[in-house]
């Protein structure tokens, strides 16, 4: 570990731990924590404080921790909450460096809780201690090995480290793990995060020779920008995979206006994720199978796969997941189909998915798995074994495995290989041969190629990461005004002019040229079309008087209470393809940028791609390119291609002004009409939403 | 069973059965399958045929089927492919009506072995023998009990129906099922499909009373319409789940219009299974979740849900899934949180979902359980428990199991209750009591939610079960020209007419009122703006002979080849909705009507919903209103209702005339413009495809 994150070695290998707390009672957490403490293979000295007991499990009991002797680097702490801040105290004077508490009681119980947490920072960093928690179980160590938690049983040592903001997941985890035979590295828990938060531990995670894969369950971070680059710099050299709870929770906040409506806290992550590298997986299994992948086999160096089978519908329902994922079925070259041809049964199916049909043997499977890697076109192999009375599985998986070995040793044999056999009683020896030769093992195809998707999508990001544009050198203008005026200077508007009398509409309509729109002009009324504020179309002056009078009295009418300031007379864009370029503030990331489909379609579709704000004008291409709106700019049936490259100035300039200037909440332009190639784009309507200052 | 279907109790409960190549050999089928029907419980008659051996496994062999005593129903046939017609000859002079072929060389194997399957076809019609596969292998039945395959273990009885076009795949069922200790019915492969169809064995299980849910593993069916009615019948009674596998291979085809490449066999399915109730399911697990779920709890009455839990991280797990699946997390009543709040800890939620935190124990659950079953909004629970060390899991069941038992006891008490353990080592007592008490249990809530989602799919089809069409009064028109003109006179379309040069298009223009479009018309060109054969909104006789010379010059040179009529003068459309409603004809289930998103979205988005054709208006509106083209026509931000009677009058028109008219192949009406309420729609471009007659 590097010097910055030294601190959590004295989580992961101390010298000695006091548990303070520790009971007699086997039904009491301070029990369980001293039996996982001393008897899953912690071969430091275990120093239980208990002013009531002499010893328990055959451990001498201290009365208080300033009485614990030498070596000491840890506390584990289980006491009532309004007890501990003493506890720390003592532990600070003790010249203890690193706590978990795992007792319960502080913010999450409200505000006498949170003001012990309080007490228990300021302590903390008094006393230069790192603290984990509260109301966390904190910490699993499979090398050390150290286990701080009262979950029974201990995973086997491996090379994945689970993080997880929730203590309960991760005892069911540990649990689960333990039945699924995973092997796991270090397991920390959070709780609270009153010092140490999911961030501080991954960088101490950086530099980790236990650690090859990081799986986290997150429910929130910290510091969202500092998240993101303490990520995005772990994942240039290792794989974080992360489930994020609350995705749909976007959904139920009351939304005032578009780009609110979609942004939400999900779309923050997403776009923190994609920037950071971090691999985001739909749910508990997932995590698991696509770290345990990552971890034992090579990247594939691109999505085409071969599939090989004994079995037709498993080979169907194999590509059908490769496709639904983004993946590929490869051509086989014609040498590979010679190759299979030569021992394959005559009508076995040589076309991928290569179905050799139930009688093949652990030869079949062995010839024909290594002429798929021989194969130039093939990226990974995803083998199904649908196990026959004739042929035992765990032969079928060891010549699987000898061949995988056999390739994998070679140079340039970075192709992965997934395994699949479908059943479960009988297969008990060959599940158990693939867990000792750390092979990715599937029940389902399905499984198996979700897992392989986690690893086309870690390639693909290693490969080009998201530029990352300086936000620094952004200076915020002085006043508002001349923010907004150096947005237009960016941003090609339509020329409008507010107009307070029918009369004054009709006479700055002739000024802008006709024909005309008109929109009722209020500070109160956000959906102009929503309370028939909108005109469009108008040919000439008498039209304009008319629709003026129309929409003053049907804004009236729809919102009585609204200030209503007159009526915009704006000129009227040429047809054009509609998209929306909008930007808002999220809690925990900051700035947002958002492109999408624009128009009505906006709701309707949802089709939007967000980014951390500011955006370099490759990244804003790149959002272009992940919506179906990108799609409609790239000109479909003839239609030619839009001015994708006027959108992407308006997406970057956006992006740094909204960056630079906190005092912009949110902006919207809905729609930005873009015209062919060359011919640019023009903001039709444009909405800023400022602080009061 | 039911009369017509009585030929099924043959090959479940069967008066003796012979296995024609039974053997000596432990590493042959033929003594695999003996053992089976042998040690799996049967208790009728055995007779190995073996014109070799005096005895097998304690049996006493027969030299031929013709000398094997009464009573035998069942013939288990392992022979070579060859020799299988001679065989079923001797079946049928023995007087047996039922026989399986197990081996394989059939049509699976080429034109010799269809040839085969064709000759056993013909002696089985003519002896009257209910014929399984070949290449199948054969059924189980958990009651009688009877156990025809090779698959070593029999699954424990239960009222789940597994019928599988893969053999392969229900093999390793089988074995899945047994880890995972779910109780099977009848097990039914199904092979080649010679004589008895995968809509056969429905049949006989329509009035099967140890049938409660019939879960499928679905290739392709044998006679599209005819299964859609007999699942369809069936589903009112029981539930049908199936996977049925390809769903992507429409992707792959070449197609060579907008509604050839939006069908393909799978949205043929999709709504094949819409019209039968059938639910699709992704993939195996998730086939058996659902059947486990619908086989032992009541159906929800309605989407919404209330989930309790012991921690916070997997409620917020589930809440996701719920929404992703378009289940809702109910709002409780004052009086259920009221309740809740006499004994749950102070700092526990009682907002939905229900977080009693980690100190929760079997009494807790108990009475929230309770408390949430009889709150009149609940339509369902899900239980969550992550397992504490001071509160064993099985203690949590138990309490759950008597709760949900005396709740369902009650009159009305029809809500399904789900529960998800978190973990796997320490819980096996507790997923053996679920288990013994038939409660649906899971590991992730993701799973518990997919099933519930299938429950709740049940409750609604059944409470409105689309209309069906009377296909049977549509008469088609003598001639195709009728017919088209038939259709012209119910829908209404732009004035349009072929001119042959620049100067009768322009008097064609004037004739018709400018402003009007120009369209190449050549019967080789499909897609005309692709050739730049489309011109729109000319104003002037002048235009028209420009636009003219020009559409003729882009065609010519896009390509050369095509035969050119002229171009297409037509009226253009005031601005509206472009919705599209084509028809096409699928392999298995004949006739389909679409309708979706039109214009450039068509293919962007494949927003579409297929039927099969004809349409009622009511299953019309019904498609209508599940796409997102339908949102649109409701009216978004403050635009009016479109006419959506309108457009349900073009598909019902279309489904008609479509289905009476095995002529035509195909057809779109793409755009058809949509206007508001009360103002029709009208066809922009109607292209129609018929075969050469």
Known sequence: MSNSTFFLSAFFRPQGVALIGASRDPAKLGYAVLRNLTQHG?????????????????????????????????????????????????CGQRGIKAAIIISGGFSEAGPAGAELERQLTDIARRHHIRLMGPNCIGVIDTHT???????????????????????????????????????????????????????????????????????????????????????RSISMRKPILAIKVGYTEAGRKAAA???????????????????????????????????????????????????????????????????????????????????????LQPHASVINPVDMLGGADEHDYARALDALLKDPGVDAVLVINVPQVLVPAVRIVRGIAQVVHDFQAQSGGHKPVMTCLIGDVSLDK???????????????????????????????????????ADGKLLMADSDLESTLSNLQSKISALPMKLARSAHEAARVAQEI????????????????SDVGGVEVGLHSASAVRAAYKRIIKNARSARPDAVIEGVTVQAMARPGREVIVGAMRDPQFGPLVMFGSGGVYVELLKDVSFRLAPVTRGEALAMIEETLAGKLLSGLRGQLPADKSAVADVIVAVSQLFAADERITEMDINPLVVYDEGQGAIAVDVRVMARDT
Chains 1, 2 share one sequence.
């Open 145 to 231: 090995p150290l286990d701080t938690t009262f979950v029974p049983g201990m995973p086997k040592p491996g090379v994945i480290t689970f993080v997880s903001q929730s203590g309960a997941v991760c005892g069911g985890v540990i649990d689960w793990a333990l039945g699924a035979g995973i092997g796991l590295s270090r397991i920390v828990t959070l709780g609270n995060q009153a010092d140490l938060t999911e961030t501080d531990i991954l960088e101490g995670l950086a530099d980790d020779d236990e650690t090859r894969v990081i799986a986290m369950y997150l429910e929130g971070v910290d510091d969202g920008r500092r998240f993101v680059d303490v990520a």
């Open 257 to 343: 206006s578009h780009t609110g409506a979609l942004a939400g806290t999900d779309s923050a992550y997403t776009a923190a994720f994609h920037q950071a590298g971090i691999i985001r997986v739909p749910h508990i299994e997932a995590l698991f199978d696509a770290a345990i992948s990552l971890a034992n086999q090579p990247l594939p160096r691109g999505e085409h796969v071969a599939v090989l089978t004994n079995s037709g519908g498993p080979g169907v329902l194999a590509s059908d997941a490769l496709m639904a994922n983004g993946l590929r079925l490869v051509t086989l070259t014609d040498e590979t189909r010679f190759c299979l041809r030569q021992f």
């Open 430 to 468: 060959a599940i158990e041969f693939m867990r000792q030769a750390q092979l990715p093992l599937f029940p389902f195809p399905e499984r198996a190629v979700l897992a392989l998707a986690a690893m086309v999508a870690r390639r693909k990001w290693l490969e080009a990461p998201p530029e990352i």
């Open 513 to 528: 040229g006709l024909p005309v729109a008109c929109k009722i002009a209020s500070p109160d009324i956000s959906h102009k």
């Open 42 to 90: 912690y071969t430091g000295p275990v120093y239980p404080v208990n002013p009531k007991a002499g010893e328990i499990l055959g451990v001498r009991c201290y009365p208080s921790v300033l009485d614990v002797p030498d070596p000491v680097e840890l506390a584990v702490i289980i006491a009532p909450a309004a007890t501990t801040p003493t506890i720390m105290q003592q």
